[in-house]
């Protein structure tokens, strides 16, 4: 349930102090304001506040349990939030105005032309097992964009070359490592033309070896292509050569936040250093 505009509470909280938001939300193209997701009286993200800048790479780190993936699932409006507005590329996520210019909350109509704007690449590899590699990648901009099958043929195996499975058109799940797949997985939300593309813990669940492969992917994404990434990850080092910022999160908020350098070598916030102190130990 999307709480009405005039509920928009002031944010007092002093650990989202501590993160002053790096980007003027009105130069972003994603925005956050007091955004409050809970899960009965568990609040996941509180009255979270994050612009991100058109071409940004962001990082998002933290504790399990800390919003990270609860951000990007509300981002794709796999879930609603209870309080707060999200923004896209100047529009509204989660609101609209009606006849009378009033913002309300926004219909599902108005939910998919704002989220068409957006790309998610999940921990899982979602692919459709019955279709080749060509096919998962095609199967969206025909049925849901309208696109021609010849025109999404063509777009999708320029995709698959480009995420280095040129020689995979015909495959199938099934037949491919699970690298692949993930590859296939990035190459499907590609084809959708989005502006912004949300990556969650996409080496997750793959085997060590097989982590490079798809990461070397979203290096070349984010260095040849104008994708604003927000990437929620545990692989501290790559987050530290990749992302533009990266934004510590505990207890549904932004408890840190800073450029790699900053944040790596020189974090302010003891719970920062106790979380990156773990992680090394862990590795």
């Keep these: 349930m999307i709480a009405p505009v005039s509920t928009l509470a002031v944010n007092t909280n002093p650990l989202q102090q501590v993160a002053t938001p790096a980007v003027d939300s009105a130069q972003s193209i994603v925005s956050f304001n007091d955004v409050t997701k809970r899960y009965g009286s568990f609040t996941v993200l509180d009255r979270l506040n994050l612009s991100v800048a058109p071409g940004e790479k962001v990082a998002i780190i933290g504790p399990s349990g800390s919003g990270k993936s609860t951000l990007l699932r509300v981002l794709m409006t796999l879930e609603g939030i209870d309080e707060g507005m999200i923004e896209v590329d100047n529009d509204s996520l989660t609101h609209m105005r009606n006849r009378n210019g009033i913002l ?42 309208g696109v021609k099958p010849a025109e999404a043929r063509e777009r999708a195996a320029q995709l698959l070359e480009l995420v280095g499975l040129g020689s995979k058109f015909d495959h199938y799940p099934s ?39 798809v990461l070397n992917v979203i290096r070349t994404l984010g260095s040849e292509h104008n994708l604003t990434m927000l990437m929620v990850t545990h692989q501290m080092g790559f987050a530290r050569e990749f992302a533009d910022r990266v934004c510590f999160f505990y207890k549904g908020q932004i408890h840190e936040q800073g450029t790699p350098k900053q944040i790596f070598e020189n974090p302010q916030q003891e719970r920062t250093r106790a979380f990156l102190s773990a992680v090394k130990e862990a590795n």
């Design 104 to 145: 309300v909350p926004a219909n599902d109509r108005h939910v998919r032309k704002v989220r068409a704007k957006i790309g998610m690449v999940f921990q899982s590899f979602n692919l459709f097992p019955h279709m080749t590699a060509l096919q998962n990648v095609i199967e969206a901009p025909v049925q849901v964009l």
């Design 175 to 213: 037949q491919l490592s699970g690298g692949q797949q993930q590859r296939v997985a990035i190459a499907r939300a590609l084809a959708m033309r989005p502006k912004v593309m949300l990556f969650d813990e996409v080496t997750s669940a793959l085997d060590p070896e097989l982590c490079g492969e």
